[in-house]
């Protein structure tokens, strides 16, 4: 009776175990997609404004967020008049992956009529129905004239990182 107490501990042992791993892979998983799928949005609403589909890139904003944004017209009409032709991201980093509103740090280059520029910031994105948004600047987007030699290259090496991992947003640069 005792050694078929220890066997039936043992095997409880792996298969509780094997629950433990599987479990682990599931969240591991999941983080991985939630991952994605924020950074995509960011990507994705950046790449809108380089394109100049400000409709498309105004609808990434969380209904929240938009309170503190330009009604359409006044934005889209900023956005026209400020000229900007290039707009590449240089840095992503997401933080806090595993809360209700994950935090995406962002780095990009645009080019202007009056040079390039450098930005950096923070946005918090919240799930509505499914689909991630902008939900709030978390800091001001600095910006910096003249990005520097290095920033290019970060950038560069960035995108080759980013675009060896399956992100779609690079793929026109």
Sequence with gaps: MLNMLKKLVVVFGVVGGVAAILTFLFVTSDTIQKKHEVNQVVGDYYEAMDDHKFQQAYDYFHPE?????????????????????????????????????????????????????????????????????????????????NCELSTLRSWIAKMNEIRFQGFSFFERA
């Design 65 to 145: 967020q938009i309170k503190y944004q330009a009604p359409f017209r006044e934005w889209e009409k900023q956005h026209e008049s400020e000229k900007v032709r290039v707009i590449r991201i240089y840095h992503l980093e997401t933080f806090d992956i595993q809360e209700a509103k994950p935090k995406v740090e962002v780095g990009f280059l645009s080019v202007d009529r009056s040079g390039s520029h450098c930005f950096k910031g923070t946005w918090i994105l919240k799930e509505q129905y499914g689909d991630w948004k902008l939900f709030k600047a978390e800091t001001k987007i600095t910006k910096k004239r």
